[in-house]
Every structure is written in C-alpha cells, then in structure tokens.
C-alpha cells in the first residue's frame, strides 16, 4: 500500500514540476518533495496501527474432547469415519458387545421379583403374627374365666366337703356323700391346676406371638423413601446395571469431527477416565489475534474486525471484537515457597489476545483448528484512514495465493 501511495505521489510530482512545470523544480521544491512523503506515511503510518491496528499473529482455536467409554468391554461396531467428515450431536461413536450387561440386568430384575414377592410374604406374615396374638389374648381371657369358674366351684366342693364331715361325725350324714364330695373336690383341684397351665401356656403364646409380630414389623420398618429396604436396595443396582447397559453405546456430546480414530471393533476398551479412546475436534472454534500491548488502548469489545487465514486466500472474514482478553502468562505468579525471580532474563513483553465474534455470513465457513493469518481492528476514532488498512489487508489476502518454494 506505501509503494501505491509513493507511486500516486510521484506521479503528481512529475506531472506539476516535470510535465506542466507549474512549480519550479529547484532544491527547495526537491527538499519538501521528498520530505513530504516522509513525513505523511510515517504520520499515516502511526495513526493506523494507532487506530486500525493490525496483527499478523491470528489463530483458529477449536476445544478437544477426548472421548473415555463408561464401561469396559470388547468393541463390536465403529460407524464413525475419521477425516473432514462432520459427527452430529448423538450419533453413534462405536458400540460395545452389550451382552454381559444384559445378562446383569436380567438378573437383577429376577432378584427385584423375588424381593417383592418377600415383602409381600413378610406383610401377609405380619396378618399372620397379628392373628396369633389376638388369638392368643382370646385364649388368655378363656383361661382365666375356666380358672375363676373352677376357683368357684373348687370352694362350693370344699364347703361340701367340711359339711358332710360334720354330718358324719355327727351320724347324720352319709359316708357315701362324704366321699363323692372328697371325690368332686380333689377332681375340681385338678380342673383348677389345668386351668392355671392353661392360662400359664396362653401368656407364653401371647409373649411368642408378639416377638414374632415385632420380628415381622422390623423386618418391614427397614425402608428406604417409602420402600421396603431389600427392594430398595435391588432396584438401585438394576437401576445402575440399565445405565451401564446404555453406556455400551457412545454417543456424540458435540457436532465435531474425528481425528486419529484408531479404535476398530474388535479392540477392547477399560473403561478407565486416563484411557481416551479418540479424540473430537468441536467443529465451532473461536479467532483470537495477538497484539501488543501498546495497540490495544482504543480498541473496545463491538469493534469492527476483518481478517484473512492462509487456508483460505483472497477471502476477508469480517467479525467484532468479542473481547480483549487482559492476562497473560508473564502476569501470572504461581503458588510457590521460591521468591519471584526479578530481572535475571530479559524476556520481552508478552501481548495480549483479542477474540473475535464471527458475522452471520462467515459462520458457516470452515476455518481449520491451527489456522494462521492476519487481522486488523477498525475503532472508531479517525474512519477515514481505515480505508487504507482495508487495502492492505485485502492486498495481504490475495497474496495468500502465492506459493513461493521452488519445487
């Protein structure tokens, strides 16, 4: 662009001092004529990188994803091709042999089966334990009515007992009588001590009974939100032996492509988060441009940006300016017991990243991860030079062609 203005300014001064000879052409005329350019590209220059700065360090950064399997076995399907072809979110990566994870969660459902028919068994052997104790309890208040029956009459016989003694003794009774009295009496003592044992054994199957109504309830009060705990306990690991059977399948988290696929069925992969399988490249990447850290005083995020990537010559990507990204890695001090060490190499000043947000009409445009290229920030001081950087980096992209090696 300085050659094209040189040449434009030269021809004029031929044309007024040589050709129409409308200035004398003498050494004051020849000493402003030369320092005349001097002076306005040096100022042109110093205002553009001022207010239209330019980098020639552009780069195309696009975010890996290193795809782990869930679950370890054999690989049976890969339907994926590596290379410049696109992978939609949720297509299938590669499949493992689900087989084993079926045959885990058939199990599991079998054992879930069995669980609930158990507590519907404790429940109904609760019905049961219940039925035992109220059956007992019966039993009890039976035993002691017999026992209160029996204490009456084993008193009226021994009441007998003692009159016809009297009667005897006296030889107004019979001895007959005395004896069936005798009789009714020691046979009423044997009712009596076999309704003590009764009521005795009914207390003892009233205690059992409750021991086993307790015994059924414990059993039943192990849950877990609501559910009987052994089932609760089953269903969690059917629940995670389903899950590890979907993971037999990998699915896509991202529209990206596949770079270095090396996995082909047949291989065996551990399920292991340090053991990637393959790698995927996002295909939405992100333009970041370097500059120094003196160019960047009136650039402001929403400034107009254009630039060009040597994968693609001739062609101006227009964007914005996303952000300036204020940090870099000679800002940093990591947490250390050493003392930072001052002075010692002349490192020279690190720049600092610009991000770009890409127009509607480039979005679409394939831009390689890695991809280098130029770039320039129009701000909105002085628009009437910017013309001028637009030039150059058009000239800048159409020079992108050129191909200059010798074999």
């Given at each position: 662009m300085e050659a094209l203005l040189l040449g434009i300014y030269g021809f004029f001064v031929w044309l007024i001092f040589i050709k129409l000879k409308w200035l004398p052409w003498n050494i004051k005329t020849q000493v402003t004529v030369a320092i005349i350019p001097i002076v306005g590209l040096t100022a042109l220059i110093l205002l553009l990188n001022i207010f239209a700065p330019s980098s020639g360090d552009v780069r195309v950064f696009k975010y890996t994803v290193p795809i782990v399997s869930q679950v370890r076995g054999r690989v049976i399907e890969v339907p994926v091709e590596e290379g410049n072809r696109l992978v939609k979110k949720g297509e299938v990566l590669f499949k493992i042999d689900p087989e084993p994870y079926r045959l885990a969660v058939n199990q599991l459902e079998a054992q879930l089966a069995n669980a609930a028919a158990s507590q519907k068994e404790l429940e109904e052997s609760l019905k049961g334990a219940r039925g035992k104790v109220s059956e007992a309890r019966s039993a009890i208040d039976q035993a002691t009515a017999r026992f209160g029956e029996v204490s009456a009459r084993l008193e009226l016989a021994r009441k007998r007992v003692e009159q016809n003694r009297e009667l005897?003794?006296?030889?107004?009774?019979?001895?007959?009588?005395?004896?069936?009295?005798?009789?009714?009496?020691?046979?009423?003592?044997?009712?009596?001590?076999?309704?003590?044992?009764?009521?005795?054994?009914?207390?003892?199957?009233?205690?059992?009974?409750?021991?086993?109504?307790?015994?059924?309830?414990?059993?039943?009060?192990?849950?877990?939100?609501?559910?009987?705990?052994?089932?609760?306990?089953?269903?969690?690991?059917?629940?995670?032996?389903?899950?590890?059977?979907?993971?037999?399948?990998?699915?896509?988290?991202?529209?990206?492509?596949?770079?270095?696929?090396?996995?082909?069925?047949?291989?065996?992969?551990?399920?292991?988060?340090?053991?990637?399988?393959?790698?995927?490249?996002?295909?939405?990447?992100?333009?970041?441009?370097?500059?120094?850290?003196?160019?960047?005083?009136?650039?402001?995020?929403?400034?107009?940006?254009?630039?060009?990537?040597?994968?693609?010559?001739?062609?101006?990507?227009?964007?914005?300016?996303?952000?300036?990204?204020?940090?870099?890695?000679?800002?940093?001090?990591?947490?250390?017991?050493?003392?930072?060490?001052?002075?010692?190499?002349?490192?020279?000043?690190?720049?600092?990243?610009?991000?770009?947000?890409?127009?509607?009409?480039?979005?679409?445009?394939?831009?390689?991860?890695?991809?280098?290229?130029?770039?320039?920030?129009?701000?909105?001081?002085?628009?009437?030079?910017?013309?001028?950087?637009?030039?150059?980096?058009?000239?800048?992209?159409?020079?992108?062609?050129?191909?200059?090696?010798l074999h």
């Open positions: 005897v003794a006296t030889g107004a009774g019979s001895k007959f009588d005395l004896e069936q009295a005798e009789t009714n009496l020691k046979e009423l003592e044997g009712q009596l001590a076999g309704a003590r044992s009764a009521e005795t054994q009914a207390r003892a199957a009233v205690v059992q009974a409750q021991a086993g109504e307790q015994q059924t309830v414990q059993k039943l009060g192990a849950k877990v939100n609501g559910e009987f705990a052994q089932v609760a306990q089953i269903r969690a690991q059917l629940e995670n032996a389903r899950w590890d059977l979907e993971q037999t399948v990998t699915l896509s988290p991202c529209d990206c492509f596949v770079i270095n696929l090396q996995l082909r069925p047949g291989a065996f992969v551990a399920g292991m988060p340090f053991n990637a399988v393959m790698t995927l490249v996002e295909a939405d990447g992100q333009v970041v441009a370097l500059f120094n850290q003196n160019e960047l005083h009136q650039v402001a995020p929403g400034n107009e940006a254009e630039f060009t990537l040597s994968t693609i010559p001739g062609r101006i990507i227009k964007g914005k300016v996303d952000s300036v990204i204020w940090a870099q890695g000679q800002g940093q001090l990591p947490q250390s017991g050493t003392l930072p060490m001052i002075g010692v190499l002349s490192q020279p000043p690190g720049r600092f990243a610009v991000k770009f947000d890409i127009a509607d009409r480039d979005k679409d445009l394939f831009m390689a991860a890695g991809a280098a290229g130029h770039a320039a920030i129009y701000t909105e001081h002085l628009e009437a030079i910017h013309i001028l950087r637009k030039v150059i980096l058009r000239i800048g992209a159409y020079t992108n062609y050129l191909i200059l090696k």
